[in-house]
């Protein structure tokens, strides 16, 4: 019994806020730049976070301290589970459970703004869970293991056998990291139509700690499209690179739309991807 | 033996001592009393036969097949007079029909309708058992007060009591046999007595729409009724290769092809019963009934009994395209259902379709049936049936204390009744988050159906069907977690004594999450293994983490000690207006507003009048479709 699962484990609860907050700052600083502003320093997201640690602690309701903080433990632990190696499955399942916390947390405030929020967070979430459970079926079907550890190991290029679950799993990529055009139940820009929706209503540290689950889950998504380039780990990041650069693009060139559009995006995606696993388990059933 | 016939025949004594019972303290004392001597015994049962494998029993054959024959036909004529009483001859013709295929079959295979052994256990029936003895004795206690309030609720409802608590363990009696029974003429009589029983009870309140449901329900499952006397009468025929109306022997035979057929059309029976589309009206119908007894056909009796056929089935169905089939009949309920319960706003009605759904799932389990599937469907029976009967009797307790079922009108449940606030958020995500049960046994189908030919057509629908899955569950969750503000506690005056039972079933929800690698490893894995000869196994380390996720979500609530009274109180942003914390604003001309908020329930895309039709006709042309190619087959 090796304990290395452990260490990758560890790391990631160290590091990720740390990883997460820089590329923050990258992304804050690459969005400027499409502006055509200069945008703020590289540690600005940090400030940030530092600040809202010393507001007054202002609450509308108790209880929603107690869901945000489940929110970030269970997005802690999750990403933690897939840094150490674990079921893919499981760990897509106690997403769900970290963000039907969050969801709660801001049912429990009784607000109109946030309980918007909540609902369109909802829709996100039903948006976007077909496609991530083919997306771990179809690593499986690649690399037969549902585990993280076998599939970050293979030699198997799984990119090559799984474009359409790829470009499937980058759509809702889009929703997941909270960009134009599927931001719909929160926003990192001001202008949202419904103030900051779901977190409306968290201020002061609370605040900070849905910014902080934010940067570990976004280390986890990047991780998950490693997954797919993982049998070349220079081309690996090449490709989270350049796919995040791309979500920053489409971020800002996009409008928000709709839920309804957002809700047909995700689960087109999720035919793409399927058609793409039919086409593969036909390919393996006829022995190619 | 003995516990066995214990189990069939003292719930029947007990039905019969509470016609006499007119006085409800009385009743509570012996509905309680009998709930404690089932629920031991069935726990006995567990202690006693769960390391024996599969035990066979003789038990008397004759008579007790001459006594269940002369109550079938008096059935039979029961359905015949209310069907004329109530100019329903729909169910007067099927009852005929069935009447009248029975007897046929009891004068052309005379010599083939006896089994050596009548009687077995094994640790499925055990498992069965355990739900019924448990959560079916449970409802009954809660029903005794529960019915109390309901009369005094409901003054027009003429008061059959005496009768509904026979009927209830009646009920209970028949659900014993059934999952006891290795006759199969046997297990088709008790197959009948749960039809009728379900009959009565949904039809209690007597209102013409109670009737009418009670009928359909009644209609839907004679047909399923006349295809398992079919499927017997194709058995009894063909006796010597399929081994006739023995259980084991036809589980057992070596003519595969001749079993299918029979197979196929139990399996009907089994998804008419389990309320599948098409047939899913008639569950949904039987809302009408009062609160327990929708908690009883949904968790632990009726619907159980049509899964319990389809899983005891499925190494008939494993690998056969009529399988396949019946699996996808019940994996299109699966997210048929599941969407339709998003556009539902009455409780029951959610609670309805999403056991339409489950039992959707397990029956998509049951059909394909390889070992780690049915594993994963045993699995799927237990939560579920724990799970869902504490939501409807919670349901229930919460509409007689608010006079409203409505999930909108759950808002901030959590301020007017706390504990039931707590009980139903365990229920509630007992349904659908990890590390609860529902969810274990997703995750389990979906790593067992990538190993299957065509299984990419399941885990597509899973995918679907779990995403909607969590809509619908979490927006009622968070209805019931809203803070609202200035509202009074609600929660006493209920009658104590019903908390109990919803107690001991949220401890139990809990305790499922707790044990059940205990319940997997001793009672699930060795059925499997000795039917297959191969087992599923859950990895040590993913057992570890779904404890230790277990653990922390009973640790945190301890974080409110944290964030004790400190804090500042505001009330929440409404565009900048002054608001007041019970959701009112200052609006224009020094007008108070007050703002409400509701949830999405996406009718136009999800409603019962856009999904529920289509569901219908592709189930109908599955269920055509396994009969076609079970008859190909032979």
């Given at each position: 019994?090796?304990?290395?699962?452990?260490?990758?484990?560890?790391?990631?609860?160290?590091?990720?806020?740390?990883?997460?907050?820089?590329?923050?700052?990258?992304?804050?600083?690459?969005?400027?730049?499409?502006?055509?502003?200069?945008?703020?320093?590289?540690?600005?997201?940090?400030?940030?976070?530092?600040?809202?640690?010393?507001?007054?602690?202002?609450?509308?309701?108790?209880?929603?301290?107690?869901?945000?903080?489940?929110?970030?433990?269970?997005?802690?632990?999750?990403?933690?589970?897939?840094?150490?190696?674990?079921?893919?499955?499981?760990?897509?399942?106690?997403?769900?459970?970290?963000?039907?916390?969050?969801?709660?947390?801001?049912?429990?405030?009784?607000?109109?703004?946030?309980?918007?929020?909540?609902?369109?967070?909802?829709?996100?979430?039903?948006?976007?869970?077909?496609?991530?459970?083919?997306?771990?079926v179809?690593?499986y079907?690649?690399?037969?293991?549902?585990?993280?550890?076998?599939?970050?190991?293979?030699?198997?290029?799984?990119?090559?056998?799984?474009?359409?679950?790829?470009?499937?799993?980058?759509?809702?990529?889009?929703?997941?990291?909270?960009?134009?055009?599927?931001?719909?139940?929160?926003?990192?820009?001001?202008?949202?139509?419904?103030?900051?929706?779901?977190?409306?209503?968290?201020?002061?540290?609370?605040?900070?700690?849905?910014?902080?689950?934010?940067?570990?889950?976004?280390?986890?998504?990047?991780?998950?499209?490693?997954?797919?380039?993982?049998?070349?780990?220079?081309?690996?990041?090449?490709?989270?690179?350049?796919?995040?650069?791309?979500?920053?693009?489409?971020?800002?060139?996009?409008?928000?739309?709709?839920?309804?559009?957002?809700?047909?995006?995700?689960?087109?995606?999720?035919?793409?991807?399927?058609?793409?696993?039919?086409?593969?388990?036909?390919?393996?059933?006829?022995?190619? | 033996?003995?516990?066995?016939?214990?189990?069939?025949?003292?719930?029947?004594?007990?039905?019969?001592?509470?016609?006499?019972?007119?006085?409800?303290?009385?009743?509570?004392?012996?509905?309680?009393?009998?709930?404690?001597?089932?629920?031991?015994?069935?726990?006995?049962?567990?202690?006693?036969?769960?390391?024996?494998?599969?035990?066979?029993?003789?038990?008397?054959?004759?008579?007790?097949?001459?006594?269940?024959?002369?109550?079938?036909?008096?059935?039979?004529?029961?359905?015949?007079?209310?069907?004329?009483?109530?100019?329903?001859?729909?169910?007067?013709?099927?009852?005929?029909?069935?009447?009248?295929?029975?007897?046929?079959?009891?004068?052309?295979?005379?010599?083939?309708?006896?089994?050596?052994?009548?009687?077995?256990?094994?640790?499925?029936?055990?498992?069965?058992?355990?739900?019924?003895?448990?959560?079916?004795?449970?409802?009954?206690?809660?029903?005794?007060?529960?019915?109390?309030?309901?009369?005094?609720?409901?003054?027009?409802?003429?008061?059959?009591?005496?009768?509904?608590?026979?009927?209830?363990?009646?009920?209970?009696?028949?659900?014993?046999?059934?999952?006891?029974?290795?006759?199969?003429?046997?297990?088709?009589?008790?197959?009948?007595?749960?039809?009728?029983?379900?009959?009565?009870?949904?039809?209690?309140?007597?209102?013409?729409?109670?009737?009418?449901?009670?009928?359909?329900?009644?209609?839907?499952?004679?047909?399923?009724?006349?295809?398992?006397?079919?499927?017997?009468?194709?058995?009894?025929?063909?006796?010597?290769?399929?081994?006739?109306?023995?259980?084991?022997?036809?589980?057992?035979?070596?003519?595969?092809?001749?079993?299918?057929?029979?197979?196929?059309?139990?399996?009907?029976?089994?998804?008419?019963?389990?309320?599948?589309?098409?047939?899913?009206?008639?569950?949904?119908?039987?809302?009408?009934?009062?609160?327990?007894?929708?908690?009883?056909?949904?968790?632990?009796?009726?619907?159980?009994?049509?899964?319990?056929?389809?899983?005891?089935?499925?190494?008939?169905?494993?690998?056969?395209?009529?399988?396949?089939?019946?699996g996808?009949?019940?994996a299109?309920?699966?997210?048929?259902?599941?969407?339709?319960?998003?556009?539902?706003?009455?409780?029951?009605?959610?609670?309805?379709?999403?056991?339409?759904?489950?039992?959707?799932?397990?029956?998509a389990c049951?059909?394909v049936?390889t070992?780690m599937l049915?594993?994963a469907?045993?699995?799927?029976?237990?939560?579920?049936?724990?799970?869902?009967?504490?939501?409807?009797?919670?349901?229930?307790?919460?509409?007689?204390?608010?006079?409203?079922?409505?999930?909108?009108?759950?808002?901030?449940?959590?301020?007017?009744?706390?504990?039931?606030?707590?009980?139903?958020?365990?229920?509630?995500?007992?349904?659908?988050?990890?590390?609860?049960?529902?969810?274990?046994?997703k995750?389990a189908a979906i790593e067992a159906f990538v190993q299957v030919p065509f299984g990419l057509v399941f885990i597509a629908i899973l995918a679907?069907?779990?995403?909607?899955?969590?809509?619908?569950?979490?927006?009622?969750?968070?209805?019931?977690?809203?803070?609202?503000?200035?509202?009074?506690?609600?929660?006493?005056?209920?009658?104590?004594?019903?908390?109990?039972?919803?107690?001991?079933?949220?401890?139990?929800?809990?305790?499922?999450?707790?044990?059940?690698?205990?319940?997997?490893?001793?009672?699930?894995?060795?059925?499997?293994?000795?039917?297959?000869?191969?087992?599923?196994?859950?990895?040590?380390?993913?057992?570890?983490?779904?404890?230790?996720?277990?653990?922390?979500?009973?640790?945190?609530?301890?974080?409110?000690?944290?964030?004790?009274?400190?804090?500042?109180?505001?009330?929440?942003?409404?565009?900048?207006?002054?608001?007041?914390?019970?959701?009112?604003?200052?609006?224009?001309?020094?007008?108070?507003?007050?703002?409400?908020?509701?949830?999405?329930?996406?009718?136009?895309?999800?409603?019962?009048?856009?999904?529920?039709?289509?569901?219908?006709?592709?189930?109908?042309?599955?269920?055509?479709?396994?009969?076609?190619?079970?008859?190909?087959?032979?």
């Open positions: 019994m090796t304990w290395t699962w452990l260490i990758g484990a560890v790391l990631f609860l160290i590091l990720a806020p740390v990883a997460g907050g820089l590329i923050a700052g990258i992304d804050r600083r690459i969005t400027a730049r499409m502006q055509g502003r200069v945008g703020p320093p590289l540690l600005q997201p940090f400030y940030d976070v530092g600040k809202l640690f010393e507001k007054e602690n202002v609450v509308v309701t108790t209880a929603q301290n107690f869901y945000v903080l489940a929110y970030l433990i269970f997005i802690a632990l999750s990403g933690a589970l897939f840094f150490a190696g674990g079921d893919l499955l499981l760990i897509v399942f106690a997403f769900t459970l970290a963000h039907v916390f969050l969801v709660l947390g801001a049912y429990a405030v009784h607000s109109p703004y946030s309980h918007i929020g909540a609902e369109r967070e909802l829709i996100q979430l039903m948006a976007y869970e077909p496609m991530v459970i083919l997306a771990a179809g690593l079907m690649v690399t037969n293991s549902f585990y993280v550890a076998d599939i970050a190991t293979t030699t198997i290029p799984a990119i090559l056998y799984l474009p359409g679950v790829f470009l499937g799993f980058a759509t809702i990529l889009t929703i997941k990291l909270r960009k134009s055009p599927f931001d719909i139940s929160t926003s990192h820009h001001a202008h949202q139509e419904i103030v900051k929706g779901i977190t409306t209503e968290f201020s002061g540290s609370t605040l900070a700690q849905v910014e902080i689950a934010h940067w570990y889950e976004n280390v986890f998504l990047l991780g998950f499209i490693f997954l797919f380039f993982a049998w070349n780990p220079i081309i690996g990041v090449a490709a989270v690179v350049v796919t995040y650069v791309a979500e920053i693009f489409i971020d800002n060139v996009t409008a928000r739309v709709r839920w309804q559009a957002v809700l047909k995006s995700g689960w087109l995606a999720a035919v793409l991807a399927l058609a793409n696993l039919a086409i593969l388990s036909y390919m393996m059933l006829g022995g190619v | 033996m003995q516990t066995l016939l214990f189990l069939i025949l003292f719930p029947i004594l007990v039905a019969c001592l509470l016609l006499f019972v007119k006085q409800t303290t009385l009743r509570y004392a012996v509905v309680a009393l009998s709930a404690l001597a089932i629920g031991g015994a069935s726990i006995y049962l567990l202690i006693q036969y769960a390391f024996e494998g599969a035990v066979y029993f003789a038990a008397p054959s004759e008579a007790a097949g001459l006594v269940m024959v002369a109550i079938e036909m008096g059935l039979a004529l029961f359905i015949v007079y209310m069907g004329a009483k109530f100019k329903n001859y729909l169910a007067i013709a099927l009852a005929v029909i069935q009447a009248a295929l029975v007897v046929y079959l009891e004068i052309s295979f005379p010599e083939n309708l006896h089994a050596v052994h009548n009687l077995f256990i094994d640790q499925f029936s055990i498992i069965m058992a355990l739900i019924v003895g448990l959560i079916g004795s449970l409802i009954a206690v809660y029903a005794v007060r529960y019915m109390e309030t309901y009369h005094h609720h409901h003054p027009e409802v003429r008061d059959r009591q005496k009768m509904f608590f026979f009927v209830i363990f009646a009920f209970l009696a028949a659900m014993f046999g059934l999952v006891f029974s290795n006759n199969l003429m046997w297990l088709f009589f008790f197959w009948e007595v749960t039809t009728i029983s379900s009959f009565l009870l949904i039809g209690y309140s007597e209102t013409e729409e109670a009737t009418k449901n009670a009928f359909r329900a009644l209609v839907m499952n004679l047909l399923g009724g006349v295809a398992f006397v079919v499927a017997l009468i194709i058995l009894a025929a063909t006796e010597p290769t399929s081994g006739g109306i023995d259980l084991a022997r036809v589980l057992t035979s070596p003519d595969a092809a001749v079993i299918l057929i029979p197979a196929v059309l139990i399996g009907f029976a089994g998804i008419t019963k389990a309320a599948l589309m098409p047939f899913s009206s008639w569950l949904l119908g039987a809302m009408v009934a009062p609160t327990p007894v929708s908690a009883l056909l949904h968790s632990s009796t009726m619907v159980k009994a049509g899964v319990y056929i389809l899983v005891r089935f499925s190494p008939v169905f494993a690998g056969t395209f009529a399988g396949f089939s019946v996808l009949v019940g299109v309920t699966f997210v048929v259902a599941s969407a339709i319960a998003i556009s539902q706003s009455d409780a029951k009605s959610v609670l309805a379709y999403s056991t339409i759904a489950n039992l959707g799932l397990i029956a049951a059909g049936g070992y049915v594993w469907a045993i699995l799927l029976i237990i939560f579920h049936a724990v799970a869902k009967s504490l939501l409807f009797l919670g349901t229930g307790a919460i509409e007689h204390r608010t006079g409203s079922r409505n999930i909108e009108d759950m808002e901030g449940l959590i301020v007017r009744m706390p504990k039931m606030a707590v009980m139903m958020f365990i229920g509630i995500a007992g349904m659908f988050l990890a590390p609860f049960g529902m969810l274990i046994s995750w679907y069907g779990s995403a909607v899955t969590v809509f619908f569950w979490a927006k009622w969750m968070g209805k019931l977690v809203t803070v609202t503000r200035n509202q009074e506690r609600v929660e006493k005056g209920f009658f104590e004594e019903s908390w109990a039972p919803l107690y001991i079933i949220t401890g139990l929800v809990i305790a499922a999450v707790l044990l059940f690698p205990v319940i997997s490893s001793t009672l699930i894995e060795p059925y499997v293994l000795a039917i297959y000869g191969v087992t599923a196994l859950l990895p040590q380390a993913n057992v570890a983490i779904m404890l230790l996720m277990m653990a922390l979500l009973l640790v945190l609530p301890v974080s409110f000690l944290l964030f004790k009274r400190s804090a500042k109180r505001l009330p929440v942003y409404m565009g900048g207006r002054p608001s007041t914390p019970d959701l009112h604003f200052a609006g224009s001309l020094g007008m108070t507003r007050e703002v409400q908020t509701q949830n999405y329930y996406l009718t136009e895309y999800f409603g019962e009048a856009r999904l529920f039709r289509p569901g219908a006709v592709v189930c109908i042309i599955l269920i055509l479709a396994s009969w076609v190619l079970a008859g190909v087959a032979l």
